[in-house]
C-alpha cells in the first residue's frame, strides 16, 4: 500500500495549519501548506475579498496533487491542510490516489468567524467566510472523512485522528508512542 496522506479540509479559520502541523510533528511526516502553493493571481484576489472560482482553483489543486505525488514516489506519508471544499475538489485530488485520508474540521459560523477575526498575517480577509460556508460541501458519508468539531481541544484532535487512521490501518503510530 502506499505510504498515507492526510488531507485536513474546512473552511478558513477551521485550524487546518494548526492541526495539520501538530499532527504531522506528532507522527514524523512532513507537513504541507496548501496555501503555500496558490498561484499570486489567487492570494491577489482573496486578498482583496473576491472568492476565488473553479477556474482560479484548478492549478492550484493540481499543483497539490502533483506534491501528494511526489510524496507517493518516494513512499513518504504526509499530512496536507486544504480548504478543498466542494466534493468535485476532493475527487479531483483522490482521484488516482486512494492514499488520501480526508479529515473534516467542521464548527459553527460564531467560533470560526471569532477565530478569523483574531487571526492576523494572512491573505484570506474575515468577509469571505460566508463565500466558503456557502461553497462547502461537508464530506458524504461514501467519502470516508473522519470529521472532527473545532471546538474540541487541539490535542483531542490530533488524538482522534491518529486513532482513525491506526484503525483503518495506516500505520500511524505518533513517534511518541507505541511502535
Known amino acids: 500500500m502506499t505510504a498515507p496522506v492526510v488531507l485536513v479540509m474546512g473552511v478558513a479559520g477551521a485550524g487546518k495549519t494548526t492541526l495539520g502541523e501538530r499532527l504531522a510533528a506528532e507522527l514524523g511526516w512532513p507537513f504541507l501548506d496548501g496555501d503555500d502553493l ?17 477556474a482560479d482553483r484548478a492549478p492550484w489543486f493540481a499543483a497539490i496533487g502533483a506534491r501528494i505525488d511526489e510524496w507517493a514516489a518516494r513512499g513518504t506519508p504526509g499530512v496536507v491542510a486544504s480548504s478543498a471544499l466542494k466534493r468535485a475538489y ?16 467542521g464548527g459553527g459560523r460564531d467560533l470560526l468567524a471569532s477565530r478569523l477575526a483574531q487571526r492576523t498575517g494572512h491573505f484570506m480577509p474575515p468577509g469571505l467566510l460566508d463565500s466558503q460556508l456557502a461553497t462547502l460541501e461537508p464530506p458524504a458519508a461514501e467519502e470516508r472523512a473522519i470529521s472532527l468539531d473545532i471546538s474540541r481541544p487541539l490535542e483531542r484532535q490530533v488524538a482522534e485522528v491518529i486513532a482513525a487512521l491506526q484503525r483503518r490501518g495506516m500505520g500511524a503510530a505518533p513517534r511518541t508512542g507505541a511502535s
Open 38 to 54: 496558490h498561484p499570486a493571481a489567487n492570494i491577489a484576489k482573496m486578498a482583496a475579498g473576491v472568492p476565488l472560482t473553479d
Open 90 to 105: 476532493r475527487d479531483d485530488l483522490r482521484a488516482g490516489r486512494p492514499q488520501i485520508e480526508l479529515v473534516y474540521l
